[in-house]
T-cell receptor, first 115, second 114 residues
Framework: AQTVTQSQPEMSVQEAETVTLSCTYD???????LFWYKQPPSRQMILVIR??????QNATENRFSVNFQKAAKSFSLKISDSQLGDAAMYFC????????????FGKGTKLTVNP | DGGITQSPKYLFRKEGQNVTLSCEQN?????MYWYRQDPGQGLRLIYY???????QKGDIAEGYSVSREKKESFPLTVTSAQKNPTAFYLC?????????????FGPGTRLTVL
């Protein structure tokens, strides 16, 4: 079974600085998708960024980018120019490309942004 | 506006009672999902449905039931058989097909058993 590990329960960053959140996963599959979701205090899960495993190019969405290392099974999220609104729980998630509908989530990293 | 709605936002239940959580989407998505979130934990899949009148168990289906009579609606019933139902419940949906892989979430329902 696939597992997702987020080794940093909490992180903090100064406003305007850059922070990287770590995620590793365990799978024997070659076709899969990886996601980062943000959960602000409102508790709604918001998609931040997604990556297809077959793509070598790292995904980017404005200030958010990933470092996808397929061989190392690592999928870190980099937030540049951090803003106060970035403060939230961040969850890494895995989905098999083989037709499974299941998202496997890590336990999350709580990000604090200091003014 | 297109989106996913969940109601109620907060729900209180006495022990031994069944309660039903509502999830509605107007995104014309084929697939819908129910997740449970406990403090300090990620989300765990309860049930999912890929088409109307069909659904499958997730990892923690015991004590829960669902129905999918309409494409827009996927209600979750928390039965008295669920031993520890106090949690935050999130509904999600996604459009069908192999490469439409992203799930979008509703705002959630907080269930508390008194």
């Amino acid at each position: 079974a696939q597992t997702v590990t987020q080794s940093q329960p909490e992180m903090s960053v100064q406003e305007a600085e850059t922070v990287t959140l770590s995620c590793t996963y365990d799978t024997s599959e070659s076709d899969y998708y990886l996601f980062w979701y943000k959960q602000p205090p409102s508790r709604q899960m918001i998609l931040v960024i997604r990556q297809e495993a077959y793509k070598q190019q790292n995904a980017t969405e404005n200030r958010f980018s990933v470092n996808f290392q397929k061989a190392a099974k690592s999928f870190s999220l980099k937030i540049s120019d951090s803003q106060l609104g970035d403060a939230a729980m961040y969850f890494c998630a895995y989905r098999s490309g083989g037709g499974s509908e299941k998202l496997v989530f890590g336990k999350g990293t709580k990000l604090t942004v200091n003014p | 506006d297109g989106g996913i709605t969940q109601s109620p936002k907060y729900l209180f239940r006495k022990e031994g009672q069944n309660v039903t959580l509502s999830c509605e989407q107007n995104l014309n998505h084929d697939a819908m999902y129910w997740y449970r979130q406990d403090p300090g934990q990620g989300l765990r899949l309860i049930y999912y449905s890929q088409i109307v009148n069909d659904f499958q168990k997730g990892d923690i289906a015991e004590g829960y039931s669902v129905s999918r009579e309409k494409k827009e609606s996927f209600p979750l019933t928390v039965t008295s058989a669920q031993k520890n139902p106090t949690a935050f419940y999130l509904c999600a949906s996604k459009s069908g097909g192999r490469y439409t892989d992203t799930q979008y979430f509703g705002p959630g329902t907080r269930l508390t058993v008194l």
